[in-house]
């Protein structure tokens, strides 16, 4: 994703998408990107070959164990098989686990599980920090440690 993308400035992220596949033709973030702009504006020009090139491209990048180019949240948008969806969540949650240094300790309150679970769930939603889930988590995670 781009700043543009980021920022809500569909337009402009579609335009430079659109320059670097000019660029690089092979590119797939960049392709996979543009389909999703183009769905966000509601463009369906070329809907089924996109598509079709979407999918392949995806295709590829799991059968060479690739990080998709597609995020799993995005992946129901797109006509991708249910084994696709769950190569591309579990190919993006390895990564995250590789990225994030867990600490597992003996947890008496919840099972080790959950907590990793929720744990990932507060660092991976920066956004949600502020919820009640990890409001009430946090100090749990504290306490059982100590």
Known sequence: MTLFQDSGNIP???QSYRTALKLKPD????????????QIVCD????EARMKKLVSIVAEQLDKNRLPSVHPHHSMLYPLSHEFRKAIAARHAN???EKVCIYVFSFSIINTNSMILMYLYCLWSREN??????NN??????????
């Open 12 to 14: 402009e992220a579609i």
């Open 27 to 38: 590119f797939p973030d960049a392709y996979c990107n543009l389909a999703h702009c183009l």
């Open 44 to 47: 369906w020009t070329d809907y």
């Open 95 to 97: 990564l995250c686990l």
């Open 129 to 134: 920090l502020g919820s009640p889930l990890c």
């Open 137 to 146: 988590f946090l100090p749990l995670l504290k306490q059982s440690v100590t």
